[in-house]
């Protein structure tokens, strides 16, 4: 018998920074700035479901290490759950971002050669007109803010052959502020690549 698809799908808000010049080459199948991706991605989830299981209102965060360009995988990462999931959450959310869900996030998930760990942890965050930002305390803070364009609306980058999102165009962005300090690493960066959008996840 053909196996049963689970039932899930996923939308919200997004974003990530990384220690790339804007707007990061990797989405284009470069190499990073700096010949090594440092990155963190947060969402949060407006309305979700895991079967009957409802995945509203909570956060989610990936902090992603690589070296040389990232569409070679081999990628080192730590995904962070929200604390507020209870148990059916939380397997749900690992399910999901660690690829075996199906869907987008498997295909990311497919790149990472090595898990540092998986953990639930306090999360903040926040959105204000054209800033995004998280909080993950004495782990991670991170603001990034719109890059408007000639016309004055905001800049986006649709379609590319690598991407976080892929149903939503992603507005390129440049952080205010970006620290992590976790799994040995402790890195800090200001003034680099950002981008944010909608999302929708489904298998």
Same mark, same amino acid.
């Given at each position: 018998?053909p196996? !049963?698809? =689970?039932?899930? !799908?996923?939308? &919200?808000?997004?974003?990530?920074?990384?220690?790339?010049?804007?707007?990061?080459?990797?989405?284009?199948?470069?190499?990073?700035?700096?010949?090594?991706?440092?990155?963190?991605?947060?969402? /949060?989830?407006?309305?979700?479901h895991?079967?009957?299981? !409802?995945?509203?209102? =909570?956060?989610?965060?990936?902090?992603?290490?690589?070296?040389?360009?990232?569409i070679?995988?081999?990628?080192?990462?730590?995904?962070?759950?929200?604390?507020r999931?209870?148990?059916?959450?939380?397997? +749900?959310?690992?399910?999901?971002f660690s690829? !075996?869900?199906?869907? /987008?996030?498997a295909i =990311?998930?497919?790149?990472?050669?090595?898990?540092w760990?998986?953990?639930?942890?306090?999360? /903040?965050?926040? @959105?204000?007109?054209d800033?995004?930002?998280?909080?993950?305390?004495?782990? +991670?803070e991170? @603001?990034?803010?719109?890059?408007? &364009?000639?016309?004055?609306?905001?800049?986006?980058?649709?379609?590319?052959? =690598?991407?976080?999102?892929?149903?939503?165009?992603?507005?390129?962005?440049?952080?205010?502020?970006?620290?992590?300090?976790?799994?040995?690493?402790?890195?800090?960066?200001s003034?680099?690549?950002?981008?944010h959008?909608?999302?929708?996840y489904?298998?």
């Open positions: 018998m196996q !049963q698809t =689970l039932s899930w !799908q996923l939308e &919200g808000r997004y974003f990530e920074t990384c220690n790339c010049d804007t707007a990061c080459p990797c989405v284009w199948l470069q190499a990073p700035s700096e010949g090594e991706c440092k990155l963190l991605v947060a969402w /949060h989830i407006d309305a979700g895991w079967e009957n299981s !409802q995945l509203d209102n =909570l956060n989610v965060a990936l902090a992603c290490y690589a070296v040389g360009n990232m070679n995988g081999g990628w080192n990462a730590a995904l962070y759950i929200d604390e999931a209870d148990d059916t959450q939380t397997a +749900a959310l690992t399910q999901i690829g !075996q869900a199906g869907g /987008h996030p =990311l998930a497919g790149f990472i050669g090595h898990i760990g998986i953990q639930k942890t306090a999360m /903040h965050y926040q @959105e204000h007109e800033t995004r930002s998280l909080n993950i305390p004495g782990i +991670a991170a @603001e990034i803010r719109s890059i408007k &364009g000639i016309n004055g609306q905001v800049s986006q980058i649709s379609n590319p052959p =690598l991407c976080v999102v892929t149903s939503h165009p992603s507005t390129v962005a440049k952080s205010t502020r970006y620290r992590y300090r976790d799994h040995g690493q402790d890195w800090e960066f003034e680099r690549n950002g981008y959008s909608a999302f929708v489904q298998p």
